[in-house]
């Protein structure tokens, strides 16, 4: 088709999910104001499903939630190697040592308590998503010749 833009195919997204309606729709409201593209989703399984099929910017995670918790999916997601450096972040009512510990133990970036600060959030994913950008870039110019972006020497001596 002709006169089709693709710029909802290139908009990064945003994996949110959330048990509650109103906290999905305030994350997905911030996820917005930074220029993602919010994928919605009640429970982990299907967060984590939407994940692997379409990959993700960011993943915002409720911990508990029907399915999967939030460190349950936090866990998988690590453990495939598209998401080593994607940011995700654990936005939870659970705000004790334990919990935390969990999310950091879990792989999780960083850890947002609920009641969220709504007006503070989308500078915090904006600082969270140029962190990743950094550090996936100071990866790739330690691993890749900038040049042909062929594995450089150091990078066959690590894998």
């Not at 690590?78 to 940011?87: K, L, V």
């Not at 600060?117 to 989308?122: E, G, S």
């Not at 010749?145 to 062929?150: A, G, K, R």
Request: hydrophobic share 45%; proline share 5%.
């Amino acid at each position: 088709m002709t006169g089709m833009t693709t710029t909802a195919a290139v908009q990064p997204i945003a994996i949110i999910a959330d048990d509650e309606e109103t906290g999905r729709l305030l994350l997905a409201e911030s996820a917005e104001q930074v220029g993602l593209m919010p994928l919605m989703f009640d429970n982990g399984t299907d967060a984590l499903d939407a994940a692997l099929s379409y990959g993700a910017a960011i993943v915002l995670l409720d911990v508990e939630m029907p399915g999967m918790d939030g460190y349950a999916v936090c866990r998988r997601l690590r453990s495939d190697a598209r998401f080593t450096s994607t940011p995700i972040v654990m936005v939870t009512g659970h705000e004790d040592s334990a919990a935390i510990t969990l999310a950091f133990d879990a792989g999780a970036t960083d850890f947002i308590s609920k009641p969220v600060n709504w007006a503070l959030l989308p500078r915090r994913l904006e600082y969270i998503l140029r962190n990743a950008a950094a550090a996936e870039r100071i990866e790739r110019l330690a691993y890749f010749d900038p040049l042909t972006s062929l594995p450089n020497r150091q990078r066959c001596l690590e894998t």
